[in-house]
């Protein structure tokens, strides 16, 4: 900050009683208001490096909390099917019956079926958590590398968080057939609903499922589902 003389012009520090070029007293009203401009300019600049300190903050944790949704570390799990020597036996079992067509009926539980689904429907794709909620209602999730747009995918690159879809079982007539048609009514990344930018890239994900031929041969037989807890019965065309 520097004072002008108001006899020459000259412009000094704030400090000096006297004008360095003429030698004039210099204002001590000026000297005052320059210390006191400085001290609101230090006092200025002091509150924006505040005030960007905590707008970084409230973006940081806002970046968390957009994670943590997307991760939900807590809520979002995909069990780990285990299976005894005796519950692997009675489930294949129970799918070779079925494909012979030894019966009308067939029942697995939960368990059984997401074994059965792992190993013949989808050998060679990553393993889904598929739980029956009602006769035409399943849950499907599975863990995926979620791509986002551009400018914030540097902060989550790598997440596998869990989608869960929640599908519709619905018989309509193909090709003069009555079979089960799945349709996708709902989907959650974490603890997010479905991210309108990732819909092609999330149907490309399950799409492989629902067009799996053995599955599909496996729809193609059933003519009714009823779901009773952790039982799931399935009732075949003969």
């Avoid at 960007?52 to 807590?74: C, N």
């Avoid at 079925?98 to 059965?116: A, L, P």
């Amino acid at each position: 900050m520097l004072i002008k003389c108001t006899k020459c012009g000259a412009e000094n520090p704030v400090g000096p009683l006297f004008c360095k070029d003429c030698g004039a007293k210099i204002d001590v009203k000026k000297i005052d208001q320059a210390i006191a401009d400085v001290q609101n300019s230090r006092k200025s600049a002091h509150k924006r490096a505040v005030l960007f300190r905590l707008i970084g903050v409230i973006i940081l944790i806002f970046v968390l909390i957009i994670i943590y949704l997307i991760l939900d570390p807590i809520g979002a799990k995909i069990e780990n099917i285990h299976l005894t020597k005796e519950e692997v036996k009675t489930a294949v079992d129970e799918y070779s019956a079925m494909g012979i067509g030894r019966r009308e009926n067939f029942t697995f539980t939960q368990r059984e079926f997401n074994y059965i689904a792992d190993r013949y429907f989808f050998p060679r794709m990553e393993p889904l958590n598929i739980r029956f909620t009602s006769s035409n209602t399943v849950v499907v999730s599975r863990r995926v590398k979620l791509e986002i747009h551009e400018n914030v995918d540097d902060y989550i690159s790598g997440v596998l968080p869990v989608v869960v879809l929640t599908c519709n079982l619905q018989k309509n007539e193909i090709k003069g057939k009555q079979q089960y048609e799945i349709k996708v009514l709902d989907c959650d990344v974490g603890k997010m609903s479905y991210i309108p930018s990732s819909v092609s890239y999330l149907d490309s994900i399950f799409e492989p499922y629902a067009s799996s031929k053995p599955f599909l041969r496996f729809m193609s037989k059933v003519s009714d589902i009823s779901v009773d807890g952790e039982n799931i019965t399935f009732t075949i065309k003969r």
